[in-house]
């Protein structure tokens, strides 16, 4: 209502001014411009009006809005902890494969004699094979330990006995006592274990004489070559 009142005034005021300038008298020119010199304009009502519009905004300064730190310490441990897993098993894998290398190499480079004591299933181990090493090498004495595991090997095959590397012979005849092989064996376990555990010195001749002893538990052996 207030602003339609300011309205209506306005116009009045323009009204009654027009009808002002139709109805006074003409103003010459050095007149008018002593008029607009001697005019104020920071007194005139417009001029007021436009002090109060000129008002000076108050700066506003961009409020310092403080984000949320993200916690990237935990994702940056997770990421490390994560490569050091990977590290670790693939270190652990390398020293297997290491290991497994270096267990076979040994396991080809061992003796003869640490196979054998390393032997677990005689049924699995090539003796054949070792007997030939042991033959070329010339070592007699080693050769009848194998000859005498070839015994046990063939009563174990024949289910004759059950072997095991920490039985005894006598255990052996024990499971024989009922076997016609239980006098063979009995004379053959005795030559070895003077042979081996007496570490008496073993020739040529006395593998051969050992080897005729037993032939009875090979049947290939029935005859023998020199």
């Known amino acids: 209502m ?5 309205i209506l005034a306005l116009n009045s005021i323009l009204v009654f001014t027009n009808l002002t300038l139709i109805s006074a008298e003409p103003v010459s ?4 411009n002593k008029i607009k010199s001697e005019l104020k304009y920071d007194d005139t009502k417009w001029g007021v009006t436009k002090r109060k519009f000129d008002i000076e905004k ?5 409020p310092d809005i403080d984000m949320p730190d993200i916690n990237t310490s935990g994702l940056t441990s ?3 902890g994560i490569i050091y897993l990977v590290i670790t098993i693939l270190g652990f894998f390398i020293l297997v494969i290491i290991f497994n290398l270096l267990k076979g190499k040994k396991i080809m480079e061992a003796t003869i004699e640490e196979q054998l004591d390393q032997m677990e299933d005689i049924k699995q181990v090539n003796l054949d094979s070792l007997m030939d090493k042991a033959l070329k090498q010339n070592n007699y004495r080693l050769a009848l330990r ?3 595991l070839e015994v ?3 009563l ?3 289910g004759l006995i059950e072997w095991h590397a920490k039985k005894t012979n006598r255990a052996y005849l024990r499971e024989m006592s009922t076997s016609s092989l239980y006098s063979p064996y009995n004379t053959v376990s005795s030559i070895f274990e003077r042979a081996w555990y007496g570490n008496i010195e073993v020739s040529k001749e006395d593998f051969q004489y050992f080897k005729k002893e037993s032939a009875v538990f090979f049947e290939s052996d029935k005859t023998l070559s020199n």
Request: no cysteine; net charge negative; hydrophobic share 25%.
């Open 78 to 80: 997770l990421k490390e």
């Open 29 to 32: 020119e050095p007149e008018y």
């Open 152 to 154: 046990l090997k063939y």
């Open 146 to 148: 194998i000859r005498f």
């Open 58 to 62: 108050p700066d506003y300064e961009t």
């Open 156 to 158: 174990t095959n024949e």
């Open 2 to 6: 207030r602003f339609i009142l300011n």
